[in-house]
Nanobody, 115 residues
Framework: QVQLVESGGGLVQAGGSLRLSCAVSGTIFSANAMAWYRQAPGKIREWVASINSESTTNYADSVKGRFTISRDNARNTVYLQMNSLKPEDTAVYYC?????????WGKGTQVTVAS
């Protein structure tokens, strides 16, 4: 059974930083592309960043230059380092992977950025 568990969210002042983690089990983590998404209240879930098995990364324009996605295959964990946070970054953040013909999601971690 594939499981994704996010952690590291919280309340931070604008301009601050947080690092999110997503621990993955039940799959060959090193072979999987991983992604972070977020969903703000009243809005649809949006893609934030992704990293493939070769650690090639891509970012949404809204976070480019501020967020960094990385992975540690020894720990089966993907990270999202978030710097220069803005109130509009407030959302529930989810990690995601595609394995055996389906998508898997974690339950999310809340990030709140106070102005």
């Amino acid at each position: 059974q594939v499981q994704l568990v996010e952690s590291g969210g919280g309340l931070v002042q604008a301009g601050g930083s947080l690092r999110l983690s997503c621990a993955v089990s039940g799959t060959i983590f090193s072979a999987n592309a991983m992604a972070w998404y977020r969903q703000a209240p009243g809005k649809i879930r949006e893609w934030v960043a992704s990293i493939n098995s070769e650690s090639t990364t891509n970012y949404a324009d809204s976070v480019k230059g501020r967020f960094t996605i990385s992975r540690d295959n020894a720990r089966n964990t993907v990270y999202l380092q978030m710097n220069s946070l803005k109130p509009e970054d407030t959302a529930v953040y989810y990690c995601n992977t595609y394995y055996n013909s389906r998508f898997y999601w974690g339950k999310g971690t809340q990030v709140t950025v106070a102005s």
